[in-house]
């Protein structure tokens, strides 16, 4: 018998957000998903047993993401513990569905790596997404041409994950002087790391010029191309480094993740905010480590 998706809405209540939640909840169950919502707000005093009963059995939580979701402590305590069950192995991945515009430095680090479809874009095309995202989509997969990317396993140094722990300082991972001090290539090793303990597999490095630093699989699925770029508290990522993501985005089925020890300009940040491309800057960066690296 094949296993029903389970998945988990958290949201926060108001009106507008409690009648786009429950049309979501709608097109879930229809796809065949077995959806837990809280339509009526938890009381405090019973909020972990709650989300605990929600949680458990469900390989999905989808945020119902506005500024007030960003603002409420019940809903980060949601996400978060459903981030403690992905890192354990007990839930496959928490993904974001945008239903307002959202302020991006309002977006909790932790939470930067998590799959994201906008529906502020359009509601349809973000809910084929997210259903394809969780396996509920019966859509044949659209003819298009294979990305340059996708061939590069036999060009490529496959990334071993235990011998870059075993090799790597992890102290020096977890502050961004530390961070600073690495050559360009152990950044690398570094931000594989991270994203192994993130939930991306396939790791590997290619070979060859005008390709990303990384190349791996996120947790959906879905091939993502990774620029490193560590730079100096004055030298800011610019907007011609972003376009070079956001070309190869926009030109192919992919993700694009950008990470930096440093910050990014206005306009790299107008790319990359138009095109869906990642960007985690140093600040972030040391959050995300402290939080995945044992130390």
Excluded at 85 to 98: D, E, H, S
Excluded at 110 to 125: P, V
Excluded at 250 to 258: C, N
Excluded at 284 to 295: A, F, G, H, S
Aim: charged share 20%.
């Amino acid at each position: 018998m094949v296993e029903k998706i389970a998945v988990f809405v958290s949201h926060h209540h108001s009106p507008d957000e409690d009648s786009f939640t429950a049309r979501l909840v709608s097109d879930l169950e229809a796809a065949g998903a077995d959806v837990w919502v809280d339509y009526q707000g938890i009381e405090s005093g019973s909020f972990a047993q709650k989300i605990n009963e929600g949680l458990t059995g469900r390989q999905w939580l989808v945020l119902v993401m506005t500024p007030a979701a960003l603002g409420s402590r019940l809903v980060h305590d949601e996400v978060n513990t459903a981030l403690h069950q992905v890192n354990v192995g007990r839930m496959r991945g928490v993904i974001l569905f945008v239903m307002t515009p959202c302020d991006e430095a309002r977006i909790p680090a932790l939470w930067a790596l998590l799959h994201r479809y906008d529906a502020t874009k359009g509601y349809e095309a973000a809910r084929d997404g997210l259903l394809n995202a969780v396996g509920l989509s019966l859509a044949a997969a659209k003819d298009a041409p294979t990305s340059p990317y996708a061939g590069q396993s036999q060009n490529a140094e496959r990334l071993d994950i235990a011998s870059l722990k075993s090799r790597c300082n992890i102290t020096r991972l977890i502050t961004l002087e530390g961070l600073l001090s690495l050559t360009p290539v152990q950044f690398e090793d570094a931000a594989a790391l991270m994203l192994a303990a993130s939930g991306f597999s396939d790791l590997m490095r290619p070979r060859g010029d005008n390709l990303p630093d990384l190349i791996c699989t996120d947790a959906l699925g879905q091939l993502t191309c990774v620029w490193c770029r560590r730079y100096g508290p004055n030298l800011l990522v610019n907007a011609s480094e972003v376009a070079v993501a956001s070309h190869a985005v926009l030109s192919w089925d992919i993700r694009g993740l950008i990470v930096t020890t440093s910050m990014y300009s206005d306009g790299a940040k107008d790319i990359a905010r138009s095109d869906g491309i990642t960007l985690i800057d140093g600040q972030e960066l040391v959050i995300i480590m402290r939080r995945v690296l044992p130390t």
